[in-house]
C-alpha cells in the first residue's frame, strides 16, 4: 500500500508543487520501503520546496545506498535554492530588482557598484549617446535595476545583470558601459569582476555570460581578463539602433572556477 501511494505522489510531484503536509507522512516509517522506492522520498520532499522538509532530506546524505543519497544531494540543493530566492525577492520588493539592496556597494580594486540613484539618470543618458558607447549599446528607457559604476566620486558608466531562476539552467548575464574618457584604464574589467564575483559567492552561481558585439574587441580583450572564453558567434544577433543593420555577437561565459 505504501509503495502504491508513493509511486502515486512520485507521478504527481513531476507535474505540480504539492503542499508539504501532503507528502511529510511518507518520511515516516521509511525503513519500510524497499531501497529502489527509498530513493524516490528525497526527491518527493525536494519538490515541495517547503524548508520544512530540509531537515528531514539532509538525515538521507548519509544512507549508505547511492541512489538514495544521490536524489537527498539534489533535493538538499533545491530546497536551499529556493530558500536562497526567497532571500532574493525580499531584496526585490525593497528596490524593485532581485539582489539589489538599498545603500548596498561592492568595492573593486579601482571602482564602486551601488544601485542607480535618481541623480545619476541625466549623468548616465547622456554617457549612453556618447559616439563610442552609442556604437555597441541603444539608450535604454531608463536606468532602474542598474548599478552605477563610480571611479572617485564620479559616475561614469553602469552594470547590470539578470539572472534566470529555473535551476535547470540558473546563470546570470552581465551588461556594462562606460564614459569614453574612461575607456582603457582598466575600470571596466574592474567593474565586470567586482559584478562577477558578487553573482558567485553571494549568489551561488556557478556560470556567468556576456555576449559583446563580436566586432567590440576592446570589450572582448576586457571580459577575457575577468576570465569570460568565447563560445560561439551569434551571427544577426543585434540590430543597431543607429544603421538598421544587423550585427554579429560573440557569446562568451564563465565557470566560477575561471573567474580570475
Not at 563580436?214 to 543597431?240: C, E, L, M
Request: hydrophobic share 40%; glycine share 8%; aromatic share 8%.
Amino acid at each position: 500500500m505504501r509503495e502504491s501511494a508513493l509511486h502515486a505522489v512520485c507521478t504527481a510531484s513531476t507535474l505540480y508543487e504539492l503542499p508539504y503536509r501532503l507528502v511529510e507522512p511518507l518520511a515516516a516509517g521509511v525503513e519500510a520501503f524497499y531501497p529502489l522506492l527509498l530513493a524516490y522520498v528525497p526527491a518527493v520532499l525536494g519538490c515541495t520546496h517547503d524548508q520544512a522538509a530540509l531537515p528531514i532530506v539532509e538525515r538521507f546524505l548519509h544512507h549508505p545506498r547511492s541512489e538514495v543519497r544521490r536524489e537527498a544531494s539534489e533535493a538538499v540543493k533545491e530546497l536551499r535554492w529556493h530558500r536562497e530566492s526567497a532571500q532574493d525577492k525580499t531584496a526585490y520588493d525593497v528596490v524593485g530588482y532581485p539582489g539589489i539592496m538599498p545603500g548596498m556597494e561592492l568595492r573593486g580594486d579601482k571602482v564602486v557598484l551601488r544601485p542607480v540613484a535618481g541623480g545619476d539618470g541625466a549623468v548616465l543618458g547622456r554617457i549612453v549617446r556618447e559616439p563610442e558607447v552609442a556604437a555597441w549599446w541603444s539608450p535604454p528607457d531608463d536606468f532602474e535595476g542598474m548599478l552605477a559604476v563610480v571611479f572617485e566620486g564620479e559616475v561614469i558608466g553602469a552594470i547590470q545583470f539578470e539572472e534566470e531562476t529555473d535551476p535547470e539552467f540558473r546563470h546570470a548575464g552581465i551588461d556594462v558601459f562606460l564614459t569614453a574618457r574612461h575607456h582603457g584604464k582598466g575600470l571596466g574589467t574592474d567593474a565586470v569582476r567586482t559584478l562577477a564575483r558578487w553573482l558567485v559567492h553571494e549568489h551561488g552561481h556557478h556560470r556567468l555570460t556576456i555576449d559583446p558585439a563580436a566586432a567590440n574587441t576592446a570589450a572582448i580583450r576586457s571580459y577575457r581578463k575577468v576570465g569570460f572564453k568565447p563560445v560561439g558567434v551569434t551571427r544577426a544577433y543585434r540590430r543597431d539602433h543607429q544603421t538598421g543593420t544587423w550585427q554579429d555577437g560573440l557569446l562568451m561565459d564563465l565557470l566560477a572556477e575561471e573567474l580570475a
